[in-house]
Structure formats: C-alpha cells, structure tokens
C-alpha cells in the first residue's frame, strides 16, 4: 500500500523568504500523480500545483515549485517569496493511476508566514 | 469557473441520526469522491463513484455509509446511524474525463459535528 510522509508538522518563515517543505512517498509503482494541496482557515481544499511520475522536469507554478526525485520518492514545495495568504496547512498527496485515482494523503505541515 | 458546491457547510446531529450530505460535481465530470478529515488528523479516502456505481471504497466506507446521485446532477453521502467519531469535515471532490480524471477539484466541505 502507497503511504505518504510529511515529516515537518510545523513551520514558520518571514514574510518575503523562501521556505521548502518535505514529503516523502513509498510506492511500488511506476505511473503516479503528486500533489500539493492548500488548505486555509477556511478549510477549503485548493490545489497548488501536480506532478506526473513520467516527467523529468519539475513543476513551477508561479512561486511554487517542486523538487521531484523519483528514486529517492521525494517530492518537495517551495514557495518562493512568501506571502501572509501562504499561511495555511499544506498537503502532500500520491495519485495511482491503478486504482481509480483516490488520493493518499499526507499529515500535513502548517505552515506560517510571519509579517 | 466551475466549481463544486456542498451543502450544509456545517450540520450538527445527535448520534444514532441519519444525515445526508449533498454536493454538486462541476457538470461534465464523471468521477466523484468522498473524502473525511476528522479534526487534526490526515484526509482520508472513503469513496469514489463513476458511472452510478462505487468504483473503489475503503474501509472506513462500511454498511453505515451510502452514496447517491439521484438526479444526474446531486452526489450524496448518507451515513445512517451516526456515531461520535463521525465527526469531521467531509469534502466531496470531482474529475472530468479520461485526458484530466487526475485533477481532482474540491467542494468547501461540510463540518459533521455528531453530539
């Protein structure tokens, strides 16, 4: 079974820095989707940014940006120039594309930006 | 944009009640989800469902729960007797067709709160 890590529960940066947060996956599959998924006080579900397993070049979604290392099975986010409405738990999340596509998730890390 | 609506945002019952709780899928998607997060703790998978039948579920997914898509239009999530550790958020989420069924968009959630 496919199992996702995010080893930071808490992080916390000033305004304007830049940050990276970790996840790790463990699978035995090939062919796969991670995601990065916001979640604001509201709790309003939104997605950040996708990687496809097959690709070699990482994902870049204006700041945010991801390292993607399939062997290791890392799959890091780094936002870039942080602002106050980054403030928010981030979601690390693994697609199968074998098994109806249900998203394992990660614990979470929150992450606050400070003015 | 298109977008998934769920309603209640937040529906308070006493244990041993049934509820439903409703959503409306973006219109053209074909895969629809259930996914709880109790408070505090990861998102977890409960059902997906494509072509009016369930295609994947879990194992928290037991014979309490049920789902529905009465009218082409609605997706619902029946728990029949809820019980105190019911409580959570309960986010439905939707795919579109083959090319994106990856991309999972999600509603605002509905907060079960089980007295």
């Known amino acids: 079974a496919q199992t996702v890590t995010q080893s930071q529960p808490e992080m916390s940066v000033q305004e304007a820095e830049t940050v990276t947060l970790s996840c790790t996956y463990d699978t035995s599959e090939s062919n796969y989707y991670l995601f990065w998924y916001k979640q604001p006080p509201s709790r309003q579900m939104i997605l950040v940014i996708r990687?496809?397993?097959?690709k070699q070049q990482n994902a870049t979604e204006n700041r945010f940006s991801v390292n993607f290392q399939k062997a290791a099975k890392s799959f890091s986010l780094k936002i870039s120039d942080s602002q106050l409405g980054d403030t928010a738990m981030y979601f690390c999340?693994?697609?199968?594309?074998?098994?109806?596509?249900?998203?394992?998730w990660g614990a979470g890390t929150k992450l606050i930006i400070k003015p | 944009e298109p977008e998934v609506t769920q309603t209640p945002s937040h529906q308070v019952t006493q244990m041993g009640q049934e509820v439903i709780l409703r959503c409306v899928p973006i219109?053209?998607?074909?895969?629809f989800y259930w996914y709880r997060q109790i408070l505090g703790q990861k998102v977890e998978f409960l059902v997906s469902?494509?072509?009016?039948?369930?295609?994947?579920k879990s194992e928290i997914f037991d014979d309490q729960f049920s789902v529905e898509r009465p009218d082409g239009s609605n997706f619902t999530l029946k728990i029949r007797s809820t019980k105190l550790e019911d409580s959570a958020m309960y986010f439905c989420a939707s795919s579109g067709l083959a090319v994106s069924k990856n991309e999972q968009f999600f509603g605002p959630g509905t907060r079960l709160t089980v007295l």
């Open positions: 219109s053209n998607h074909l895969y």
């Open positions: 469902f494509y072509n009016n039948e369930i295609s994947e």
């Open positions: 990687q496809e397993a097959y």
């Open positions: 999340a693994f697609q199968s594309m074998d098994s109806n596509y249900q998203l394992i």
